[in-house]
């Protein structure tokens, strides 16, 4: 099993930016696919980015293309994401996941999740 631990979220104005983190520790697949997704109040998990193990391969929801950016760093262990132009619906708790395979922008086919980050968007 993979823990995660995200950090980064908070309390930002409308054209703001955040940058969210999440550590991976544990055990750690030789593939492991690293992805955010966010839920807002009464709405479903939405997918947001994804990254390959090894960082070639990225996907982002259509929502975020262009303003979000995913990454992640020379140890394979931490993702990031990368949040400019931030919007008031952008607001949700964002979560981490990580899986074992391909990069996938289902949220089934994750394994594993972190606790969750609040990121709040103030118009």
């Known amino acids: 099993q993979v823990q995660l631990v995200e950090s980064g979220g908070g309390l930002v104005q409308a054209g703001g930016s955040l940058r969210l983190s999440c550590a991976a520790s544990?055990?750690?697949?030789?593939?492991?696919?690293m992805g955010w997704f966010r839920q807002a109040p009464g709405n479903e998990r939405e997918f947001v980015a994804a990254?390959?193990?090894?960082?070639?391969?990225?996907k982002y929801g259509d929502s975020v293309k262009g303003r979000f950016t995913i990454s992640r760093d020379t140890t394979k262990t931490t993702v990031y994401l990368q949040m400019n132009s931030l919007k008031p619906e952008d607001t949700a708790v964002y979560y981490c996941a990580a899986r074992d395979g391909i990069t996938s922008t289902s949220a089934p086919l994750y394994t594993d999740w972190g606790q969750g980050t609040q990121v709040t968007v103030s118009s």
């Open positions: 544990g055990r750690t697949f030789s593939s492991l696919v």
């Open positions: 990254i390959s193990w090894s960082g070639r391969v990225t």
